[in-house]
């Protein structure tokens, strides 16, 4: 027979609940970690009792809804830490999550165009469409060809259609921002999520 729950015999010890307790923390840690977030925001403790602070608690009621929000604005805004609390708050309700820079997306799928490479396109993609939670940080920073924004609208139209979550970053301003988006991701974003302007004080000083 397959299935079968494991038993528990016997009393659990104080020392075993902490130690698996540990071992969850832990787990957490390496999931976040693991996602590629980057370590200067991993490791800060960002005041959250500000405008950035109520639209982290927005986007976090919304995660597992298919959900596609744009974090735009200001340079030092802390968009990326945003993303980051995002991440760390994915990981602890074990909701797979991973965090990219669009050029790294890019670049994959590039890599995979060299003789003997030892990827394909079509399993960079799997890597992006399988995490639930997904963050394309610094999208402005693309040569904005046709080439890269088919994969971009492909990319981002599948993470929709399977009911995925994905927030876009970029330094852009609103306007520039829908220009070079596209049609097809702003009409998403207005159906299940759309896009925060944080243009309030750098926190780089
Ligand atoms: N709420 C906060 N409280 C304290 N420090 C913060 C907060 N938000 C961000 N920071 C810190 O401020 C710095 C800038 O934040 P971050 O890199 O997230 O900004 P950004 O908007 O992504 O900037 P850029 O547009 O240049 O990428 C980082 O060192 C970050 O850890
Ligand atoms: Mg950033």
Known sequence: MENIPKTYDQKFSKEDIEREKEFKIQQIERNIINSGVPERQRLCE???????????????????TGMLYALIGKRGTGKTQCAVQLIKYACNKKISAKYAVTMDFFMDIKETYKTHADSTEARVLKDYLKPQFLILDEIHERGESEWENRLLTHMIDKRYGALKDTILISNQTHDVFCMSIGNSILSRLNETGGIIVCNWESFRG
């Open 46 to 64: 960002p005041d959250l009792k500000n405008a950035l602070g109520e639209k982290l608690d927005l986007m976090k009621s919304e995660i597992h």
